[in-house]
């Protein structure tokens, strides 16, 4: 019985490196990718699938940052969203998610190996750009949650800039994360930026963030928005079973510095 037939045996084989600095190593991830057929950061499609069809439509032109081997552009093609390039910086990622969407017959859908620190595109050509969880590795090691190392912040602004460069006038920038708003929205709401920032909550154990970022739509409300100081969110700690002992939760723990 393989992965998708037993994913309590995926799971269980995917724990997770000895420290988090070790997804800072390209090397870590071309070795997990080159065993590892599947794995969802955060949750899969499924549990979100109804904000993407609110947000995202059919005739878009997507980018999704680093794929790895996750199943997120298989859902989005079987809805109809065809038009869809991944990027990863991993290779062995890259070579085996073209060889996976080929024999499923998604031919549209183009792999490319690519630093989203660095985007290979052109300005203004995607209607979306969409990213699940992999903001969270520039976070790795960022120290205070509040006041993050320069590294960090340097890392997460080329992200953000990158992305914002490559989306069109009217584009969309979708971030699914566990990353907090108090914690996320310094940086969404940066003066350089023009998106508008907003924000919905999925999930049944830890509280996941589907944020939303409109190009082109930033107001007077956002600026305040962005000089406030929110009281932080208090986790929920009522979590599955399956929650606590996922990689998620390591990671977060890590990452977030849950109180």
Known sequence: ?????????????????????????????????SDEEHYEWLKDYSHFRHLVQAHIK??????????????????????????????????????????????????????????????????????VVIEKATMEVLFVNSGDPWNPQPETVTKVMAMLEGVHRVLKPDGLFISVSFGQPHFRRPFFNAPQFTWSVEWITFGDGFHYFFYILRKGKRSSADEELSQSHDKPLVPTISMFHEELEGEDYIFRTNIDEMD
Not at 8 to 33: C, N, Q, V
Request: net charge negative; proline share 6%; with cysteine.
């Open 58 to 127: 059919p005739s878009s032109s997507v980018l999704e940052l680093g794929c790895g081997n996750s199943r997120l552009s298989e859902g989005l093609y079987n809805d109809g969203i065809t038009a869809i390039t991944c990027i990863d910086l991993s290779a062995v990622a890259v070579e085996k998610m073209q060889e996976r969407l080929l024999l499923k017959g998604y031919k549209e859908v183009k792999v490319l190996e690519a630093d989203m620190l660095d985007l290979p595109f052109s300005n203004d050509c995607f209607d």
């Open 1 to 33: 019985m393989d992965a998708d037939q037993n994913p309590k045996a995926s799971e269980k084989k995917t724990i997770g490196p000895p420290t988090t600095s070790a997804y800072l190593d390209p090397h870590y991830w071309d070795e997990r990718f």
